[in-house]
């Protein structure tokens, strides 16, 4: 049985590999993070290695060990921190492609065939992607490679052409809900709301419910609200803040806008009476009142505002700057508007 949520389409396209028993000799899984792709990846080895008849059965000892990372036929590897190291690193090392050529020559040493899985195969060093191309112009048999990636467009051309490239598409809010009430037992109205948060991306709904994600997300939420309202005191203040963080954590500064987006395509969406698909569903009634002031092409000169943000920022514009331009770019606040009518 398949682990993966959702992916009809795809799992039935690797089903048809499978019984033809003709699978490709290289992947290309490719989606946002947290869409089901390692967990896919890992499926498919399950399934070329699974000793019973419907493929993966979840059950035999094949598919236990590699479920749990101790088949040794199946390899992972990734940017994570390795064993002895002392932080995370910041690209696939062609050492690392080394050591999988060098497996990929013995034959399989307890099941069917050897999966190798190379996650966040974008940051494979330029020696790395060369040193694999070899490997898979040179297809071994009995040997699968699975290269997942968030942004294939930071791949050389020539790798990506020698993989079957699938994509793993984000799945409908309706999909993730159901599964996070019926296999991790949540109340609906907490479902309904990581759902609608997570963005079709299921493993960061299913990583919500035991951490401190959901309450983060509150937070900066919290934070984004008080500087709509705020002055200009205020909103220069988080512009700065971001500034700052930006210097240290470029992702977390342009999550930050991605929630400002979401919040402004809400405001979008409740102006024109589609509040019960907004994404922050909990916040329904601060949108509804926040929307009362605004018009529509108020509201999308801040939405362009907010992208032309982003693209500046990941162009090393000048942060501080272009954070405090965007602050300008907001509507006027309503501590601004209720000292203009009581003058």
């Not at 499978?18 to 290289?26: C, Q, S």
């Not at 919500?208 to 934070?223: F, V, Y």
């Not at 009362?292 to 000048?318: F, H, P, Y």
Request: glycine share 6%; with cysteine.
């Amino acid at each position: 049985m398949w682990k993966t949520i959702g992916q009809k389409k795809t799992i039935e396209l690797l089903e048809a590999g499978l019984k033809r028993r003709a699978p490709v000799h290289a992947y290309l899984f490719t989606g946002p993070a947290h869409v089901g792709k390692m967990t896919l990846a890992r499926d498919l080895a399950c399934a070329l290695n699974c000793t019973s008849e419907s493929r993966p059965c979840g059950e035999c000892p094949s598919c236990l060990k590699i479920l749990a990372g101790k088949h040794a036929d199946i390899r992972e590897i990734g940017l994570g921190k390795l064993p002895g190291e002392a932080k995370t690193r910041t690209e696939i090392s062609i050492e690392d492609v080394r050591d999988l050529q060098h497996a990929a020559n013995l034959p399989p040493y307890e099941g069917k065939c050897k999966v190798f899985i190379i996650d966040g195969a974008e940051w494979l060093s330029v020696e790395a992607a060369n040193c694999l191309l070899k490997t898979l112009e040179e297809p071994l048999p009995g040997v699968i490679f699975i290269l997942l990636s968030a942004n294939e467009q930071l791949l050389l051309s020539t790798v990506v052409s020698r993989c079957q490239h699938i994509e793993v598409v984000p799945l409908p809010s309706v999909e993730i809900e159901q599964v996070l009430i019926e296999k991790h037992g949540m109340t609906s109205e907490k479902a309904r709301l990581l759902a609608r948060l997570s963005h079709g991306c299921p493993g960061w709904a299913v990583a919500a419910t035991d951490s401190g994600i959901l309450d983060r997300h509150s937070g900066l939420i919290d934070s984004l609200v008080e500087t709509i309202d705020g002055d200009n005191e205020v909103r220069f203040a988080y512009a700065a803040q971001l500034a700052t963080e930006f210097s240290q954590n470029r992702e977390s500064v342009q999550e930050k806008l991605e929630l400002w987006l979401d919040w402004w395509r809400d405001l979008m969406l409740v102006k024109i009476g589609l509040g019960d698909i907004v994404t922050n569903i909990d916040r329904l009634e601060i949108l509804v009142g926040m929307s009362g002031d605004l018009d529509m092409v108020r509201i999308r000169s801040v939405i362009e505002c907010i992208q032309e943000t982003s693209q500046q920022l990941k162009l090393n514009a000048n942060a501080r700057l272009a954070l405090e331009v965007m602050m300008l770019g907001l509507p006027e606040s309503s501590q601004k508007s209720e000292k203009a009518k009581s003058r």
